[in-house]
């Protein structure tokens, strides 16, 4: 018989950090979204787009900062805060990307 090896751990998921994640992918999408209706319009873009725009910075930034505290607590999981901390780095990437777009034109 084989013997079982259990592991005990006070290790769980911060909501902090899940909520990380959800921004980014919120922004993420968002931003997605945004770029390709304003694409398929030829460029022409509504006030609603950039209110988008603002939020989806606004939501980064805030899911930023969220992973960024996670990640320095100590007995957590780390898929989480590292996910969420790459999701919103990735979205202010892509927002300061357009930025740079927008102002060549």
Do not use: C, E
């Amino acid at each position: 018989m084989r013997k079982k090896n259990y592991i005990f751990t006070n290790k769980k998921h911060s909501d902090k950090a899940i909520m990380s994640t959800i921004l980014g992918v919120i922004s993420l999408v968002s931003l997605g979204i945004v770029t390709y209706l304003s694409y398929s319009q030829g460029g022409v873009m509504h006030g609603g787009y950039g209110v988008t725009g603002v939020l989806a910075t606004v939501y980064s930034l805030i899911g930023l900062i969220l992973g960024v505290l996670t990640l320095r607590d100590k007995d957590i999981y780390r898929f989480f805060p590292v996910l969420g901390t790459i999701l919103n780095v990735i979205s202010l990437g892509g927002i300061s990307f357009l930025l740079y777009l927008g102002s060549r034109l």
